[in-house]
């Protein structure tokens, strides 16, 4: 009994209608904010290199743009990126993916214009077809697949934003 902390798996879980709990893993730890809080908007986890100031997603070590490889501490810092983006460009899988999200999918890139930063992202939300340059989305967490264990894989997809009428 003495090893048994090294047995032990812990993975988010929360309550759904009923008694039975839906268990969550995220698809790559560090690309999102996750587990959100109460009323917490969704947000990518970018980087800034503290020397060019150069932002990008998702963060690395080394700064893409000026090649600072020094690793001072400090060099890249976290930063999340706005939720709300404008699609770039998007096109339309009618083939299903190798990881099992069922066709016809979309995705593309969104611009972060607060950022100043351009993502790949799948969209959801609307019809496949429906997305276009131009349109703002904001970012969710969804479920992509469900694993091996039987758990959902959450990532990040951006949405159409729909406009209120009154």
């Not at 999102?32 to 020397?51: H, I, S």
């Not at 932002?55 to 890249?76: M, N, Q, V, W, Y």
Request: hydrophobic share 35%; aromatic share 12%; with cysteine.
């Amino acid at each position: 009994m003495g090893d048994l902390k090294n047995k032990v798996v812990i993975t988010p879980t929360y309550p759904t209608v009923g008694q039975e709990f839906i268990k969550w893993v995220v698809v790559e730890p560090g690309l999102f904010k996750y587990p959100l809080g109460e009323g917490e908007k969704p947000a990518l986890l970018g980087g800034r290199c503290t020397k060019c100031g150069k932002i990008f997603f998702p963060k690395r070590s080394l700064c893409p743009d000026c090649f600072d490889d020094s690793f001072a501490e400090g060099t890249i810092e976290s930063i999340a990126l706005d939720s709300r983006g404008i699609i770039y460009a998007s096109t339309v899988a009618r083939v299903p993916s190798p990881v099992g999200i069922k066709h016809p999918y979309a995705y593309g890139y969104v611009d972060i214009p607060t950022n100043k930063i351009r993502v790949f992202a799948l969209f959801t939300g609307a019809e496949p077809e429906s997305f276009i340059s131009g349109q703002e989305v904001e970012l969710v967490l969804e479920p992509v697949a469900v694993n091996k264990q039987g758990q959902q894989v959450i990532t990040y997809k951006f949405r159409p934003i729909l406009e209120r009428r009154y």
